[in-house]
């Protein structure tokens, strides 16, 4: 099993829908999550990162992480056809403290 | 500030050729990562340096070598090339805190190995 999984996609939402996209991971030692977005051709990005359980909100995303159930989610409200990206999910593990552990991804179309 | 650069942007190599990619940051920091991106297969980690003078093996090592120049440059070697190199290659940089690693990524390097 991987370490991080996510819904490969793709995902399709109309414009100013909620667009969720989700993750789970298999290490409960993991603890901080990032979501990262990827413009076709571009480099990641970061557009959040939680570490507590519940819910953090910046703007229109929302993350939410879960750590008994093991999984953190983004939210996107009014969705924009400029939100069309690739979504990866990170985290960290306590046991190698600097790198990021990617997940495949979660390709999210926005159509107006 | 230019943040993390990358040369080239693009390369073309016959199989058993080698080249270098080169990464440099302006952000002080002191980790340094090199990633592969393949279709559908997310980021891989190759190496990564979490300080200067130290690299590590990721989950994708074989066939690469590195080197930590100094704190700002952390360079890519492909000794001989092979076809399943070809990838988008990013640098990335961050600064380590125990409860948040924002990696900063660099424009990227499409390689092609025919």
């Known amino acids: 099993q991987k370490e991080v999984e996510q819904n490969s996609g793709p995902l399709s939402v109309p414009e100013g829908a909620i667009a969720s996209l989700n993750c789970t991971y298999s290490d409960r030692g993991s603890q901080s999550f990032f979501w990262y977005r990827q413009y076709s051709g571009k480099s990641p990005e970061l557009i959040m990162f939680i570490y507590s359980n519940g819910d953090k909100e910046d703007g229109r995303f929302t993350a939410q992480l879960n750590k008994a159930s093991q999984y953190v989610s983004l939210l996107i409200r009014d969705s924009q056809p400029s939100d069309s990206a690739t979504y990866l999910c990170?985290?960290?593990?306590?046991?190698?403290?600097?790198?990021?552990?990617f997940g495949r991804g979660t390709q999210l179309t926005v159509w107006p | 500030n230019a943040g993390v650069t990358q040369t080239p942007k693009f390369q073309v190599l016959k199989t058993g050729q080698s080249m270098t990619l080169q990464c440099a940051q302006d952000m002080n920091h002191n980790s340094m990562y090199w990633y592969r991106q393949d279709p559908g297969m997310g980021l891989r980690l190759i190496y990564y340096?979490?300080?200067?003078?130290?690299?590590d093996k990721g989950e994708v090592p074989n066939g690469y070598n590195v080197s930590r120049l100094n704190k700002r440059e952390f360079s890519l070697r492909l000794e001989s090339a092979a076809p399943s190199q070809t990838s988008v290659y990013f640098c990335a940089s961050s600064v380590v805190h125990p409860s948040y690693n924002e990696q900063f990524f660099g424009p990227g390097t499409r390689l092609t190995v025919l």
């Open positions: 340096s979490a300080s200067e003078g130290t690299t």
């Open positions: 990170a985290l960290t593990r306590g046991s190698t403290l600097g790198r990021l552990y």
